[in-house]
T-cell receptor, first 110, second 114 residues
Framework: SQELEQSPQSLIVQEGKNLTINCTSS?????LYWYKQKYGEGLIFLMM?????EEKSHEKITAKLDEKKQQSSLHITASQPSHAGIYLC??????????FGTGTSLTVIP | KAGVTQTPRYLIKTRGQQVTLSCSPI?????VSWYQQTPGQGLQFLFE???????NKGNFPGRFSGRQFSNSRSEMNVSTLELGDSALYLC?????????????FGSGTRLTVV
């Protein structure tokens, strides 16, 4: 089965600081999704990366996909308390089963 | 357009009972998948439906079942509930099953088994 390992597991940053979350796959990536979840709520789609080297931005959040390294990184610039939550990467394998990463809990201190 | 709608939002059931959860996908989306989220196991794939057919199934016991209707709405049923079934159940819809168009998640149904 495909495994997606995220690092760090949790992150506490001061408001205004930049941060990066990584997602590494144990198998070939055919596309990588990033979601954000507030406790007990559904997942909010952030962005989807399909091609190696692809980089997408949504407001102050930027994600890149490195197919060779089987890795994606999510970078938040000038973090705000509204960025707090759990960030999950996800990927679909060749069998069309969707897997989620281990998750990164982000706390932003005002 | 309306997002993915899951009902009910919260549910409390007793061990041994059964429960049915509902998911209405985004209009036009024909693929619906279900996930269970618990603090210990994280997000786990339950099953996926497309055009009223189950295409994939995760590693869950037969007590967990689902179906999809002709209007793409899906239901998930859990019989003989156990305490360990307490979780947030999320469904996601996509245009087609291959994920190329992304998955949109509902807000989930929080099931508590007592």
């Amino acid at each position: 089965s495909q495994e997606l390992e995220q690092s760090p597991q949790s992150l506490i940053v001061q408001e205004g600081k930049n941060l990066t979350i990584n997602c590494t796959s144990s198998k070939t990536l055919y596309g990588l999704y990033w979601y954000k979840q507030k406790y007990g709520e559904g997942l909010i789609f952030l962005m989807m990366l399909q091609k190696g080297g692809e980089e997408k931005s949504h407001e102050k959040i930027t994600a890149k996909l490195d197919e060779k390294k089987q890795q994606s990184s999510l970078h938040i610039t000038a973090s705000q308390p509204s960025h707090a939550g759990i960030y999950l990467c996800g990927a679909a394998n060749t069998g069309n089963q969707f897997y989620f990463g281990t998750g990164t809990s982000l706390t932003v201190i005002p | 357009k309306a997002g993915v709608t899951q009902t009910p939002r919260y549910l409390i059931k007793t061990r041994g009972q059964q429960v049915t959860l509902s998911c209405s996908p985004i209009s036009g989306h024909r693929s619906v998948s279900w996930y269970q989220q618990t603090p210990g196991q994280g997000l786990q794939f339950l099953f996926e439906y497309f055009s009223e057919t189950q295409r994939n199934k995760g590693n869950f016991p037969g007590r967990f079942s689902g179906r999809q209707f002709s209007n793409s709405r899906s239901e998930m049923n859990v019989s003989t509930l156990e305490l360990g079934d307490s979780a947030l159940y999320l469904c996601a819809s996509s245009l087609v099953p291959d994920g190329n168009y992304g998955y949109t998640f509902g807000s989930g149904t929080r099931l508590t088994v007592v």
